[in-house]
């Protein structure tokens, strides 16, 4: 008995190491992004005290957006995904987020979700954000962007 376990020793010991060695590497996990960007207010608002916030976040098949107006401002928001490609930011989609505001204690913040973004490993992404004067989307008050991030 003694022999035998003498024999199968460096074999159980080896296979020890090696269950401890794979099981110690780390795992691959999809972990999604999620951060909030404060951006000071342009000269062109009324208020120019305070700080909007632009909120990003995703899952895996989708890119949401969301702004909260700085105190007494208001806007119409459009938020553009975007993609840095070749040396440059490139439009992937654009959406019409409409009105937001932040007066008097009411808030109403701007929200969208792009959808159906492909989810490829090393792309990075950010939202560009206009607030608009007017709901014709022309007039612009100010640009703005989240942080960008690798999906």
Known sequence: ????????????????????GVSALPMKK????????????SSNFTYQIGYHEIATSEDSSNVYGSVKMAPNTAA???????????????????HNAGYAYS?????????????????????????????????NYTDNLQTAYSYSWTR
């Open 103 to 135: 007066e008097y204690g009411d808030i109403k913040q701007a929200h969208t979700t792009f959808t159906n973004v492909i989810n490829n490993a090393g792309r990075t992404i950010r939202i560009q954000v206009d607030f608009f004067n007017n709901s």
């Open 1 to 20: 008995m003694k022999k035998l376990v003498e024999k199968f020793t460096p074999i159980i010991l080896a296979t020890l190491v090696i269950i401890g």
């Open 76 to 94: 119409y928001i459009r938020m553009t995904l975007q993609k840095y490609e070749g040396g440059a930011w490139k439009q992937i989609s654009a």
């Open 30 to 41: 999809a972990a999604a992004y999620s951060g909030v960007k404060t951006v000071e207010t």
